[in-house]
């Protein structure tokens, strides 16, 4: 065990602490500044020859800065001869441009991939992409960890009578039905025509959903349009309350506001992304121990798969 180390960014390092309590050891240390014109400088203080690195740096926003100082810290680290350097994402940014969904429009989740491979990056280790195949973007070894290992006892002990999983678009029915399976429940599916970025319309709502306790999974919430529509369809066909798992807590611009004021019962997250506001609605789980479980089985040649199987 004594021969690895681990290194935190600046985007979330309450997180890099926790993960480093799990595994009762001290984060090596990195000394990041910027220069007066906002580039980054960093200089790794310890020696790190032969060692199995781990940094600890979700590129949430500032997305860029993020991006760019995980990349400066990977290439002082690969020029420092680490043996190997995973980059632990818990969020990972620019992930939903995943393909061409128009003309003359970038992968940029393809780029940022090539981006970590290019400089030094040996394994990657995220929660949740926003879209699984991302992994197969990277030449090297992913774990894209499921977030919904957070949110089961969660849900078990809120006791619902009867509780129903359902997920918020097409898109996400594979991620919804795992949770429905792994909790033994049955599952709906909200349909939706999205008009534009960030703003979405509710359709349709496919299953019975009157009387029930209906828990919508999701990847990340953004704006929360999705999330509040989706809470005021289900109530407006006969569900008794609404709640919200989403691991990412992006939670941009009038996010909060919409929580507040909408008719959903209660939003759970993670703390993949910090949050810089707060709600009496919305409560935050540790991936701590998750992800520091994770680093401790990847340095001991263990099955990471194994924490996240379904009987």
Known sequence: MSNYMLFSGTSNPELAEEIAKYLEMPLSEAKISRFS??????????????????????????????????????????RSSARSITAVVP???????????????????KLVANLMETAG?????????????????????????????????????????????ASPDIGGVARARYFAKALGLDMVIVDKRREKANESEVMNIIGDVDGKDIILIDDMVDTAGTMVKAASALK?????????????????????????????????????IPMTQSC?????????????????????????????ETT
């Open 236 to 272: 407006g066909l006969g569900a008794t309350s609404v709640m919200a798992c989403c691991t990412h807590p992006v939670l941009s611009g009038p996010a909060m506001d919409r929580i507040s004021k909408g008719e959903l019962d209660e939003l759970v997250v993670s703390n993949t």
């Open 37 to 78: 014109d906002g580039e980054i400088s960093v200089q790794i203080a310890e020696s790190v020859r032969g060692k199995d690195v781990f940094i600890i740096q979700p590129t949430s926003a500032p997305a860029n800065a993020n991006l760019m100082e995980l990349l400066i810290m990977t290439d002082a680290l690969k």
């Open 121 to 165: 990056i040996t394994r990657m280790v995220t929660v949740d992409l926003h879209a699984s195949q991302i992994q197969g973007f990277f030449d090297i070894p992913v774990d894209n960890l499921y977030g919904a290992i957070l949110f089961m006892d969660y849900i078990k002990a809120k006791n619902f009578p009867n509780p129903v999983i």
């Open 91 to 109: 969020y990972y940014g620019y992930a939903r441009q995943d393909r061409k969904a128009a003309p003359r429009v970038p992968i940029s989740a």
């Open 280 to 308: 009496e609605k919305v409560k935050m789980l540790s991936t701590a121990p998750m992800l520091g479980e994770v680093i401790r089985r990847v340095v001991n040649n263990e099955s990471v798969n194994s924490l996240f």
